[in-house]
């Protein structure tokens, strides 16, 4: 009995010692929405249950790096500032560019990403290519990731937000169109993932130019009635904080501890 409650007191200084961590990952809420379309989410803009702030955005664009083709001036990595023109509904916006670069896209291969952003500041990283901007308002407490492939396919996967893995997204020229939702999220975040397109290389296909082969993380924020329809009817996945798992592992290792108290009493 000595032992059993050692081995129950020692767990329970273990979590505690868990829960003095500072927490990792900020729990938020996800929705994999094979079924939604752009019309639904410019919707949201419109009604302004969805402020969106910023746009990262890679695309096949003329793939000027590898000189293949007699495009240009169509460049493939962007960060968008979402600018109203209106203050009251119906909200209409566009999207002018903050920051912009080259990137020679392979078919097939797979280019790490990452976009961080700390306060205002926006860092959008592709394989080599760094851009960054703090035009924008924070916070960013909801993302749309969206991924379109006119002709061929874009593939978003090994994503991870915070630390914790999502499932990945992918559309063809088949279906076009793909989002995720993620809502709830408070401060800082990093979201980092490989993307994978694939499209006719030599010579290079006009079907695929342009942002026809394409993925977006569009950042801003949902009122209570945008979230109540993109999260509140909808089955979804609830990420919890790792201080609220070490909690509940306190919470049983105390009880347990306890009850074996009381038993030994007893016996």
């Known amino acids: 009995m000595k032992r059993i409650s ?15 961590l500072p927490a990792t990952a900020n729990a938020f809420t996800i929705r994999y ?4 379309t752009d ?22 664009g003329n793939n000027a790096v590898q000189g293949q083709n007699p495009w240009s001036g169509d460049k ?16 209409t916006r566009s999207l002018p560019g903050v920051a912009s670069s080259d990137y020679g896209f392979t078919s097939g291969q797979a280019v790490d990403f990452i976009l961080q952003v700390t306060g205002s500041q926006v860092t959008y990283t592709v394989g080599n290519r760094v851009l960054t901007s703090s035009s924008f308002t924070a916070p960013f407490t909801d993302l749309f990731l969206r991924t379109r492939a006119d002709n061929g396919s874009m593939l978003i996967g090994d994503l991870r937000l915070n630390g914790q893995s999502l499932n990945g997204l992918e559309s063809n020229s088949a279906d076009t169109l793909k989002y995720i939702m993620i809502g709830g999220l ?6 980092s993932g490989k993307s994978t397109m694939t499209f006719t290389q030599a010579p290079f296909a006009e079907a695929t ?15 209570d009635r945008g979230r109540a329809d993109i999260f509140g009817q909808t089955p979804s996945t609830s990420v919890p904080e790792p201080s609220t798992i070490a909690a509940l592992l306190v919470t049983g290792a105390v009880v ?10 007893n016996q």
């Open 256 to 265: 347990a501890a306890s009850n074996q108290k009381k038993k030994s009493v």
């Open 209 to 223: 130019r342009g942002a026809r082969v394409a993925y977006q993380i569009k950042a801003g924020r949902l009122s």
């Open 186 to 191: 408070t401060g800082d975040f990093t979201l």
């Open 6 to 20: 050692q081995d129950l007191f020692a767990l329970a200084v273990t979590t505690l010692g868990l829960v003095s």
């Open 76 to 91: 493939e990595l962007h960060i968008f500032d979402a600018v109203y023109s209106n203050n009251s509904a119906p909200f």
């Open 33 to 36: 929405a094979p079924e939604y």
């Open 39 to 60: 019309s639904q989410f410019e919707s949201l803009i419109s009604s302004g249950d969805y402020w969106e702030e910023f746009v990262v955005q890679s695309q096949i």
